[in-house]
Nanobody, 124 residues
């Protein structure tokens, strides 16, 4: 089971960036892939996830309307398109795989496999 995040970088406030998570090593269609982020000195927080069954997307209130999660099937990659970026979006972004239920789909503990993060820095 491998998840590889990429696409981070430096962008000005108001700009856009897309981070991607390449998923391999398991039957990916049975796993929900989520994005979390962690800023320096802060706890890891939920950003967005794409439920494997319903294909429904979930978003944190702080990114709703600005971020969009999507997937490509071949190769299996989950993207997070981030628009109207703000300095407070600056974080290391992690992708994770798991089989959460609806009640814990936003909780990091529900995701078993994690990739290394990619740093997103938004300058003011």
């Amino acid at each position: 089971v491998q998840l590889q995040a990429s696409g981070g970088g430096l962008v000005q406030a108001g700009g856009s960036l897309r981070v991607s998570c390449a998923v391999s090593g398991f039957t990916s269609d049975y796993y929900t892939i989520g994005w979390f982020r962690q800023a320096p000195g802060k706890e890891r927080e939920f950003v967005s996830t794409l439920n494997y069954g319903s294909r429904r997307a979930y978003y944190a209130d702080s990114v709703k309307g600005r971020f969009t999660i999507s997937r490509d099937n071949a190769p299996y990659t989950v993207h997070l398109q981030m628009n109207s970026l703000r300095p407070e979006d600056t974080s290391v972004y992690y992708c994770a795989a798991g089989r959460p239920i609806l009640s814990n789909i936003r909780e990091s503990s529900a995701y078993r496999n994690w990739g290394l993060g990619t740093l997103v820095t938004v300058s003011s």
